[in-house]
């Protein structure tokens, strides 16, 4: 091989990674390797690399695929470092991606059930005839002011609200989104404090890190934010980990506590409590970024108001939360938790603290751990700071498209029902209760990365909604995969998979905003070649079709003359009457709304689509740095109002980039004004999206809408609190799993499976003994539904007398069809509402157009969990609490692995008596609206129908 020429990009480039081994950009086009396979013969293969984003988890890391040029077929995925936030680097689950395209038992056409729904039975239909009946029943409900029925459920979206939009087109508010089970907890305590719901810690350049959750194998950006924390450790930064269960992060940590579940808050409010009464915290930073005036103002009308009396309050406030107090809650020692708040203090601004999913999904009450984790944040100043946590907005980048439809007016009840007027996210899976319980039907139920049957708690109910067809019309489920919710479908819509499919992401990895492409990459590459390739169907196997394409021709038909007003948001800009093409979305969004990508590609005489098809990614800006403190041009600033809390309300339009500036609060004052910033100090500065424009140490938002005790950061006892359990009861921890693995969509991927490929119950060596079990005994884990039957690991990583099952396995399939490799064979039966599912087999080898089949030799594959679990919905954020009470015993002669039994109308009970916790909208909003307008909410309605009928 001859040596790189001097001009040729040898890393670092935008990933600013010294990996020599990427190749370099130049020679992308025609890229040589040796043929492995033909050693030791010196034969040369010629690829061309083309970038993607996997599709693998929510992180979309960046991909290069290695395309033969002779054959046309991927050879190999590897990282793409022109992507700024991954940076060349993925998880096992990147490469893996090989194995998906290459599925034998992948769905490659049109399906439509041919028996009863559930019964297996499927026939192959033309995409014609299923996007007629598809469009044909969505336009009838349309027309008959039916909207509501039309539902779009999404697990992972994977893109930038291309969907919502067509929803926006339809005029349907119909969308249902996973996060309710996943991250809302999180959410809804970060939402809080800075009005936007994630965090985007700036690991690398940490001086401490704080994290409540496994971010080394499955947080939030899971690779790209797992890189950065190891940049910081290697740095000198302390890594503090708050987990009951030892995972991969644990073991790097400087600290790892094993608290008692749910009791994290404690914990956090005694480090607050430590920095407030030894005056550690950063006094500048509160006194002009808090919103005390307002707590002093509401909650101490007595006092005067003067920062000095605020700080006398906080110290009153919090002087309860001892280290004694938080030790008593955690089981974990109240010197080990002083030492960790004596280091917290000492990191000053360069503090970056993380919580996603783990204690914050798993207890009612869990947004109060990410309220009081970032509380710590607050407190340092370490707020959009070097080494501090950035709101994740203003680290993202959201392009604005070729069309923005009108927000939807209508208000969907089934997704948003009165009962949680603050929740972060659509109540999704308590649809079908709310069906059941006569809230109405749906017609058009649209299932897309999303397995609710088996990702969801309370399965069997989700199975009893959907085989019910006077609740269900039409179940269509899009999946490049066989699902347990694919089966209860009446159409399977082959979707393309990571690399067969266009999407943009842009994520909250680092202090930065970077752009991500994902694009078909056969088809990138012949195009490349002079092909003219006018739909994926043409590179994609068998029929498998892309999402965009699917929707965009399925709205044209939908309204195909135009009359409803739907048709003209994918029309044609160049050639009117005719469907927009993906080339022409992409080709206007990169020229017209990615600032510096026009002048980029330019400099490489290519056009803006050229080049992200060329590379995959873009860097709009390298750090963004502290946006609050930005004073508001005078631009922005016209006929200003001013309140009393220094509030700017201005006429003048928002932004044109609402992404590089964000907007404060979206609410504006009594005469249409838009809230533009806030004084601070004499100055007008952008400040915080909140009602306040401040962070929100107090909520008014909480105090008026009926939660006035929880106005302040607080600790809440939560469901699985000793208080609340009985005798012989423990708690199961079921909101983790293994890096290799991810939720449903893993299940076609044969490395990943042949290395993790089952769930057994952790167990302390105390617990074991005590239960008289070794590890590999069968144990019987009995919820407030139901049971399954599970293996027993027993370590001692692991709180003693707690327990926890991975939530990533048990996959099943009653029918032939299903991912064999991965899926065991059940029977499922039910005696009215009682339920079982059985196994009858495990995987084994098989064959198929893969020979790797022949060779599994696996056969289990984990137990189903969740099925045993009834709905949790916290009453304030909407999220499930997935930490459940069980007792748990050795099995009984009888129980044999993998068995399940619920009763749902045991789930029905359940769901009654969680929903007797709420404060619903009708009672408690204090000004007739169903949900405050300013907190966030995808598919946002009209303003007016935020009002409550009536
Ligand atoms: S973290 Fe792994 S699964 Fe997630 S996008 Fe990156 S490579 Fe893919």
């Keep these: 091989m001859s040596r790189q020429p001097r001009d040729e990009t040898f890393y670092p480039g935008p990933s600013r990674s010294h990996l020599a081994a990427f190749p370099p950009k130049e020679r992308w086009h025609d890229w040589t390797e040796l043929d492995s396979q033909a050693w030791p013969k010196r034969k040369e293969r010629h690829y061309q690399l083309v970038p993607t984003t996997c599709f693998n988890c929510e992180s979309a890391c960046g991909l290069l695929a290695y395309i033969d040029k002779v054959t046309g077929e991927v050879q190999k995925f590897e990282g793409n470092p022109e992507n700024p936030g991954s940076r060349g680097r993925n998880c096992a689950k990147g490469p893996a991606t090989l194995n998906q395209i290459t599925d034998p038992d992948r769905i490659l056409y049109p399906l439509k059930r041919a028996g009863k729904r559930g019964a297996g039975e499927w026939e192959r239909v033309s995409w014609d005839e299923a996007l007629d009946d598809i469009a044909g029943r969505i336009r009838k409900a349309i027309v008959e002011e039916r909207r509501d029925e039309i539902m779009y459920h999404v697990g992972r979206p994977g893109e930038d609200g291309f969907t919502e939009r067509i929803l926006a087109a339809w005029g349907v508010d119909g969308h249902n989104s996973h996060t309710n089970i996943c991250s809302s907890g999180s959410r809804e305590g970060y939402q809080l404090w800075m009005g936007l719901d994630r965090p985007s810690p700036d690991h690398s350049n940490a001086k401490v890190i704080l994290l ?13 934010h797992a890189q950065r924390v190891i940049d910081g450790k290697a740095n000198g930064a302390k890594l503090i980990v708050f987990d009951t269960r030892l995972s991969h992060t644990a073991t790097h940590a400087d600290f790892w506590v094993a608290p008692y579940p749910g009791s994290e808050a404690a914990m956090l409010l005694a480090i607050a409590n430590y920095l407030i009464q030894n005056n550690l915290y950063n006094r500048e930073f509160v006194r002009r970024w808090w919103n005390w005036q307002e707590c002093l103002e509401l909650e101490h009308p007595d006092i005067e108001d003067s920062f000095e009396n605020f700080e006398q309050a906080l110290k009153d406030t919090y002087r309860e939360y001892t280290f004694e107090f938080a030790a008593q809650e955690s089981g974990v020692d109240a010197k080990t938790i002083e030492e960790i708040a004596k280091v917290v203090a000492t990191a000053g601004t360069r503090f970056s603290s993380h919580n996603w999913r783990s204690a914050a999904s798993g207890i009612s009450g869990g947004w109060t751990v990410a309220r009081t984790l970032f509380m710590l944040n607050a407190l340092l100043g370490a707020v959009a700071t070097e080494g501090g946590v950035f709101p994740n907005a203003w680290n993202k980048f959201v392009p604005r498209p070729i069309y923005t439809p009108p927000h939807p007016k209508m208000w969907n009840e089934k997704t948003w029902p009165r009962e949680y007027p603050l929740s972060m996210n659509e109540m999704s899976f308590l649809l079908p209760h709310l069906l059941m319980d006569g809230r109405g039907t749906l017609d058009v139920y649209f299932t897309r990365v999303y397995n609710p049957i088996w990702t969801n708690p309370d399965g069997f109910s989700w199975i009893e909604a959907l085989t019910n067809e006077k609740l269900v019309g039409c179940h269509v489920a899009l999946t490049p995969v066989w699902s347990e919710t694919a089966y209860f479908a009446d159409y399977i819509l082959p979707m393309g998979l990571g690399p067969e499919r266009h999407d943009l992401h842009s994520y909250e990895t680092h202090d930065a905003q970077w752009l991500g492409f994902r694009q078909p990459v056969r088809k990138a590459a012949r195009q490349r070649d002079g092909e003219t390739i006018k739909d994926t169907r043409e590179v994609n196997p068998g029929e498998v079709w892309e999402e965009n394409e699917f929707w965009m021709e399925l709205t044209w038909r939908i309204d195909p003359d135009g009359s409803l007003g739907i048709r003209q948001f994918v029309e044609s800009k160049q050639r009117p009457g005719t469907r927009l093409s993906v080339d022409e979305y992409y080709g206007w969004l990169f020229e017209n709304s990615v600032p510096g990508l026009t002048e980029k ?39 200003i109002k001013e309140d009393q809390s220094g509030r700017v309300f201005s006429r003048a339009p928002k932004p044109a980039s609402p992404n590089i500036v964000p907007v404060p609060s979206p609410d504006g004052d009594a005469d249409g004004r838009r809230m533009a910033g806030v004084r601070v100090d004499g100055e007008i500065r952008r400040g915080f999206p909140t009602p306040s424009g401040k962070l929100e140490f107090y909520s008014r938002t909480l105090a008026e809408w009926g939660w006035h005790e929880y106005a302040i950061p607080t600790y809440v006892k939560s469901h699985v609190h000793p208080d609340n359990l009985e005798a012989d009861q423990t708690i199961l921890i079921s909101t983790f799993r293994l890096p290799i693995q991810i939720h449903t969509r893993s299940a076609n991927a044969k490395w990943l499976n042949e290395i993790a490929h089952t ?32 293996r027993a690991w027993v370590t001692e990583g692991i709180r003693p007398g707690i327990v926890a099952c991975s939530h990533h396995m048990g996959r099943w399939k009653v029918h032939e069809n299903g991912a064999r490799q991965l899926m065991a064979t059940v029977s499922l039966n039910h005696d009215g509402t009682k339920w079982t599912l059985e196994r009858k087999s495990g995987a084994g080898p098989y064959k198929s157009s893969d020979d790797d089949t022949l060779r599994i030799w696996w056969n289990d594959v984990g137990v189903h969990q969740n099925l045993t679990f009834p709905v949790h919905p916290d009453p304030i954020s909407g999220m499930h609490c997935w930490h459940q009470a069980v007792r748990v015993t050795k099995a009984r002669e009888t129980d044999t692995y993998g068995d399940i039994h619920v009763d749902t109308a045991k789930s029905r009970e359940v769901y009654k008596r969680w929903l007797e916790m709420t404060r619903p909208a009708d009672s408690y909003s204090p000004d007739g609206t169903r949900r405050p307008y300013w907190m966030l909410r995808p598919l946002k309605p009209a303003r007016e129908f935020y009002k409550l009928p009536e």
């Design 759 to 790: 769930n057994p119950l952790w167990l302390h060596p105390s617990h074991a003994a005590k239960l008289e079990v070794i590890t590999g005994d069968l144990v019987r884990i009995e919820t407030e539904i139901g049971y399954f039957v599970v």
């Design 212 to 224: 409540i959750s496994a971010h080394l194998e499955s947080g939030h950006y899971f690779n790209p």
């Design 601 to 639: 590609a330019a400099t490489e005489s290519l056009t803006p689509l050229e080049y992200m098809r060329r590379y995959g990614a873009f860097e709009i800006t390298k750090k963004v740095g502290a946006i609050y403190e930005e004073p508001v041009p005078s631009v922005e600033l016209d006929d």
